[in-house]
């Protein structure tokens, strides 16, 4: 057994002892109950040669032991049943949450935006299911090995001649292996259409794309690749179903002329008299079984491949998360409050997985207490800057300095306590209204008045008193008495979360207010700007990420990003008096407004 399987195997059956030490332990009455048939045949050919012989001792003896195997198989069947449901329940439960609270955790974006992470997350969120069913797997297999057991025991003490049959029933594990790996690759090679697919079905039930599915009259042509995706990724899937079908029948027919010899070399015993009427129906009994306690063993192991392959993704995994955070070390506390500011020295970074640069040698120092926007085209680096302040990501070459300090040696956890941010992409989380502000800062979560200072310095005070239920209204339509709000006020409470904490060191706004008017986000900036220049003692840093260059030309300090590069840096006047690229992106802007 290779050593990732072992290790698979015990992850498995250490978390089910973890879950439910009892349980686990009934288990074992399950592969204790397959024991029973097989001497269930050897008792009723004890039986049958008592009755012909009129043997009463053996007649009794035989009956006893019919008796208490048939009583031992379904008491301990139906009992082991109830437990390993049960447990499969907790188990898969565990599992679920375990997955959830790794992927709700890891300290980078690398696994959501990296196809190949991608695809095994899919894979793995796709298999979550047959991780409860584990346990399962794990007892069939040793049940059906240990009934092959008591069964290969029975034939041979019947005559060894007769255990040969089980050579004929042997193919099955080579094929029941070969099998799986067909299912494999046929599942992996059916991932990515399988998730095209899926995006595609989203597209025609999410409420978000059903306008622009409409006015574009986008329905037929989405549900045509939805056929063609689904049909990519089932004809993998359909092939290896007919290859097995196809070896099945071949390992059946192999099967049924060993059982022919089998019987029939007893029957021929019998004739001879060297085999009696009892070991006759032994035979019978117990042959007939043995292609079905092969089968078991060989089908077992080989679903017990499946649960092995998922555990293996959730080990990856584990094995991810903890290399990423054993990456993004640091152990310094984040500074109680920034005196030089932030300073790039020669940045360069590469998504992973990527060939291409999306930050090439950035050198710039943000002073502490600036507001400093990042403007440039789309596809700049103007994001990416923010994800490596926020340290999602790590920098391929050079270093981020705060207040002299490596950013790699703070310590994440402490870094992103004292940031805030609103971005573009902001999420609709569904709760209350005013926890949907709240959590911006969780301990203050349920702290109204804080709720609505924030609100206030967001400028939009106006979005809760709207609601049917102020502050305490549920949001999103599809929740009891829940409401949905429209973008630009979704967009208003993203800004208050972002300004719910007290004393952050770094606040970025990506595009926060992309569905407010130029003048109100210049008004909201300005005010904001205003706020955080004077009210802190923090040497709080802000970064606005904006393409209105009408809000951008009152910051301190204007970066021009362009294809990856800081082209000039400077304030508005500055930059305007060099003619560079900033003053003639702007007076683009200026002359499309007159
Ligand atoms: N997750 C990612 N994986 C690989 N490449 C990426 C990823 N995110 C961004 N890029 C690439 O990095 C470059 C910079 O992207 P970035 O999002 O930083 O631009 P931006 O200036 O913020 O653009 P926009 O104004 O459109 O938001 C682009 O070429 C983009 O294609």
């Known amino acids: 057994m290779p050593r990732r399987w072992w290790r698979e195997l015990t992850f498995l059956v250490r978390t089910a002892i973890r879950v439910d030490p009892w349980r686990s332990l009934g288990t074992v009455l399950e592969p204790l109950g397959a024991l029973m048939y097989p001497l269930f045949g050897w008792f009723l050919g004890v039986v049958a040669n008592g009755v012909l012989e009129g043997d009463t001792t053996r007649l009794v003896a035989g009956g006893l032991g019919l008796l208490v195997t048939v009583a031992l198989h379904y008491v301990s069947s139906f009992v082991a049943t109830g437990i390993r449901v049960r447990l499969a329940e907790q188990v898969g439960f565990a599992l679920d949450r375990e997955i959830a609270e790794l992927t709700a955790t890891l300290p980078g974006l690398e696994h959501h935006e990296r196809a190949d992470y991608q695809e095994r997350l899919e894979l793995l969120r796709q298999h979550q299911g047959i991780l409860g069913q584990a346990l399962n797997s794990i007892v069939s297999a040793s049940t059906a090995l240990v009934g092959a057991l008591g069964t290969g025991v029975v034939l041979a003490l019947l005559h060894p001649f007769v255990l040969l049959l089980v050579l004929f029933a042997l193919p099955a594990f080579p094929i029941a292996s070969i099998q799986q790996r067909w299912q494999a690759a046929a599942e992996a090679e059916s991932a990515a259409p399988a ?7 989203h597209l025609t039930t999410d409420r978000e794309a059903a306008m622009e599915m409409r006015v574009f ?6 549900l045509s690749r939805l056929d063609a995706a689904w049909a990519t990724a089932r004809r993998p899937l359909h092939r290896a179903t007919a290859k097995e079908t196809l070896t099945g029948t071949l ?58 392959r998922a555990a293996g993704r959730l080990l990856w995994l584990k094995d991810y998360a903890r290399e990423v955070t054993a990456r993004r ?12 500011g932030i300073r790039f ?23 502490a207490g600036s507001v400093v926007a990042l403007v440039g085209e789309n596809g700049a680096g103007k994001t990416t800057l923010v994800k ?20 790699r040696d703070i310590d994440p956890l402490a870094w992103r306590a004292r940031l805030s941010a609103a971005f573009q992409d902001f999420t609709r989380f ?41 502050g305490d209204t549920q949001l999103g339509a599809s929740w009891p008495d829940g409401v949905d709000l429209s973008t630009g006020q979704w967009q208003k409470l993203a800004l208050g979360r972002a300004l719910m904490r007290d004393r952050p060191l770094v606040v970025f706004f990506d595009e926060p207010t992309a569905s407010l008017d130029a003048p109100t986000e210049h ?7 205003e706020a955080s220049r004077s009210g802190t003692e923090d040497g709080r840093i802000t970064v606005l990420v904006s393409h209105r260059f009408s809000t951008v030309r009152s910051a301190d300090l204007i970066v021009v990003v362009d294809d990856g590069r800081v082209r000039e840096w400077g304030r508005h006047d500055e930059l305007m008096a060099r003619s560079g690229l900033y003053a003639e992106l702007y007076s683009l802007q200026a002359n499309s407004y007159r």
């Not at 998730?195 to 079905?201: K, S, V």
């Not at 022919?260 to 007939?288: D, H, M, P």
């Not at 310094?332 to 409050?337: C, G």
């Not at 008004?523 to 700007?529: D, N, P, T």
């Open 523 to 529: 008004a909201l900036f300005e005010r904001y700007a």
């Open 388 to 407: 490596l302040l926020s340290r999602m990501y790590e920098p391929t070459e050079g270093r981020i300095l705060v207040d002299g300090v490596d950013l």
């Open 195 to 201: 998730r095209l697919a899926r995006h595609l079905r």
């Open 217 to 222: 009259g986008l329905q037929r042509e989405i």
């Open 345 to 367: 020295e020669g940045v360069s970074f590469r998504y992973p997985g990527t060939g291409s640069w999306a930050l090439r040698d950035v050198t710039l120092h943000i002073p």
């Open 251 to 308: 390992r059946s027919l192999s099967f049924a002329i060993g059982f022919a010899l089998a019987v029939g070399f007893v029957l021929w015993q019998a004739t001879r008299g060297a085999a009696s009427a009892g070991e006759v129906i032994t035979a019978v009994i117990v042959c007939q079984r043995v292609q079905n306690q092969v089968l078991g063993p060989a089908y077992s192991i080989a679903g017990l491949g499946r649960v092995l």
């Open 329 to 340: 070390r640091g152990d310094q506390p984040a500074p109680e409050r920034l005196s030089d």
């Open 430 to 470: 569904e709760f209350l209204a005013r926890q949907t502000v709240g959590v911006g800062d969780l301990p203050r979560l349920d702290d109204v008045s804080a709720v609505e200072a924030a609100l206030e310095r967001a400028g939009a005070t106006d979005v809760l008193p709207a609601l049917p239920t102020g």
